[in-house]
């Protein structure tokens, strides 16, 4: 896992000293990625910049990596994440006469380009199985390929100009570009504040994501394009539900043994869930010695423990019992309000999303688990994505919600937000911005997307609904949890893999019959069966529980102190355009209590505060 970032400008050198400041600037942001190593290549139009954190290879894996053989034009490479096949893939180029000089999966890659990628780098793209974004510069071409994988594990964001493009794993590595500017107008904000992917809208003002499963390329005469590689079709799916349960099994087996491949210490995220206890189980089975796991868990939070309609039970009873079950080296990572409410950390964490994501303590955990288990691991498993894959949410299974015209994360128990209540917002920005007409505008482009059904189930509406709902969590929704599982784990330096991301899972049971997920009326029925055997018996029958949230009442009160702060400092807080004062006041007049203690009324406190935090920290120029 890496940062990586760059610049091609076909008007300047890029190689000469007036743009060595530049690039170094684009380089240190991302240093938290990569803090093992550092690497610049610049020459004529291009340059390529990179941090690398070592997990494979250590000695031999050092970026940019440059392959210049036999007479043919020299290819550039940085590259972010782990091709879980690049051992199968060195064979076969090995048997086409490559020598390799490293062992590392960067190599394979650049060399697949050279032996697959010369008229098409998607042909290469097709090939690798794993997470990854990285940046290719054919010198003989002078075009820049810029690929990222099928689900978005891995971010990748560019940013055109006049005269080539800049960019980088994360936006701030092109805000340290003078080329960029930091500019964001409504349509970034409406961005900012829907919880939506969408990929053309980074934002900053001009900027963009690549999109998961494409390319980009650049070249002076082509100027900048994207060109798909990888999209969710219909299959066809005609096995019967113990095949189906058997062949998710196989590949479960397959995934797992792939992604346990490392030269550093490895762990798994263990949250007593079917989702993280399978993968632990897995892992466990398949890993000489014993597994360390992982749990962040709260001061007091089980004992005080109070059930609402997101979480029936709290976490640790579960974790502790799979982790004596299947004999991990477990240890809970036990956080205090106080810890998650220190000004220092809520920086961090928007720092390192470079958005004001508004969720709080979800983050700030996040982000204090993985700095703690940065300490004694480099790799962590994460069984992100199995509720989005196998229909593990409880709004996959509610009928309201299912036949609400939106985003069921939106209309259902996750969020329930009324997009038209502009909560604490200006009402006239609130209105300007139009956030309802965004989300459904980008809901109906969504849909138009949607692969049509073949076969027996095309006549069903209820299994044409489902199809369009399991594509609108795959393609709209984890795009948005990848992102932060990838941002508060590399802000740390920590590597963290997903399984269940594998885009041949995901193919095949986004296949597979709404019927034969829930085929014994429970979410994710597949997976359930499938894994079943390595589990105890109270976590295959427990509810899905969502990641855990403190409902410690000190929490809020410590929120609405700060936003008091932030209210105290008039005009000259960065936050003041953008909301009512008056609805501010009445809603930190209203006091605590467990209703104010609740995610929705928790989430506008926290909104304030990361929207000022990202404000200033990024000098935004806000353009509204």
Not at 324 to 333: L, M, P, Q, S
Request: a negative charge; charged letters at 30%.
């Amino acid at each position: 896992m890496c940062g990586i970032c760059g610049w091609i400008d076909y008007r300047h050198d890029l190689g000469a000293d007036e743009h060595a400041r530049t690039l170094a600037a684009m380089n240190d942001t991302m240093s938290c990625r990569g803090p093992d190593q550092q690497g610049v290549w610049a020459q004529g139009p291009a340059a390529l910049c990179h941090r690398r954190l070592a997990v494979i290879d250590i000695e031999g894996g050092r970026q940019p990596m440059t392959l210049d053989e036999g007479g043919a034009p020299a290819l550039h490479m940085v590259y972010s994440g782990e091709t879980y096949n690049f051992r199968e893939l060195r064979e076969q180029l090995a048997a086409a006469g490559h020598r390799f000089r490293t062992s590392s999966d960067t190599e394979v890659v650049l060399r697949a380009h050279r032996e697959w990628g010369a008229k098409d780098p998607r042909d290469v793209a097709r090939r690798l199985n794993g997470m990854f974004a990285y940046a290719l510069w054919d010198s003989g071409t002078n075009e820049l390929v810029l690929v990222r994988d099928r689900l978005g594990i891995k971010p990748l964001y560019y940013y055109p100009t006049p005269h080539g493009v800049v960019f980088g794993s994360e936006p701030k590595a092109i805000l340290a570009n003078p080329e960029a500017e930091r500019v964001v107008d409504a349509e970034g904000l409406r961005r900012a504040l829907a919880f939506v992917s969408d990929m053309s809208n980074a934002v900053f003002r001009g900027m963009r994501e690549v999109p998961p499963g494409c390319v980009v390329r650049v070249s002076r005469d082509g100027g900048v394009r994207e060109e798909r590689y990888w999209e969710l079709t219909d299959t066809g799916h005609t096995d019967d539900v113990d095949t189906t349960v058997h062949h998710v099994r196989e590949l479960l087996e397959d995934t797992a043994l792939r992604q346990l491949y490392a030269d550093v210490p490895l762990c798994t995220l263990l949250s007593g869930g079917l989702d993280s206890s399978a993968l632990t189980a897995l892992a466990a089975k398949h890993v000489d010695g014993t597994v360390r796991s992982f749990a962040v868990d709260f001061v007091g939070y089980a004992d005080n423990f109070v059930a609402d309609d997101a979480r029936g039970t709290p976490d640790s009873p579960y974790v502790h019992e799979v982790a004596e079950y299947v004999g991990t080296a477990h240890r809970d990572i036990v956080l205090r309000t106080e810890d998650m409410m220190d000004p220092a950390v809520r920086r961090a964490t928007v720092h390192a999303r470079d958005l004001p994501a508004g969720i709080g303590d979800m983050d700030s955990s996040l982000y204090l688990l993985f700095s703690a288990i940065r300490k004694e691991s480099t790799v962590a498993l994460s069984g992100e994505s199995a509720d989005e894959v196998f229909g593990g949410y409880r709004d996959f299974h509610d009928p309201e919600t299912v036949a609400a015209d939106t985003f069921p994360w939106l209309a259902g128990r996750m969020m329930n937000a009324d997009q038209s209540d502009p909560g604490l917002f200006d009402r006239a920005l609130w209105d300007k911005l139009d956030v309802p007409g965004y989300l459904d505008d980008q809901y109906r482009a969504a849909l138009a997307e949607v692969p049509e059904l073949t076969g027996p189930a095309a006549d069903d509406p209820h299994e044409r609904r489902m199809r369009e709902i399991c594509y609108l969590y795959l393609t709209r929704w984890l795009p948005v949890l990848l992102d932060r599982k990838d941002r508060m784990s590399m802000a740390v330096g920590l590597e963290v893999r997903v399984p269940f991301c594998d885009h041949r899972l995901v193919e095949y049971v986004f296949g597979t019959p709404w019927a034969h997920k829930n085929f014994d009326g429970r979410e994710k029925s597949l997976l359930r069966h499938a894994t079943k055997d390595l589990l105890p018996e109270s976590v295959v029958q427990r509810v899905k529980s969502p990641y855990p949230s403190t409902q410690d009442d000190s929490y809020e009160k410590s929120l609405r102190d700060q936003v008091a702060e932030i209210l105290g400092q008039g005009d000259d807080a960065p936050v003041a355009p953008l909301v009512d004062r008056a609805a501010v006041r009445r809603r930190l007049d209203e006091g605590g209590g467990h209703e104010a203690n609740s995610m929705g009324r928790r989430m506008q406190l926290e909104r304030i505060i990361d929207l000022n935090t990202w404000i200033g920290d990024y000098d935004v120029q806000l353009s509204l």
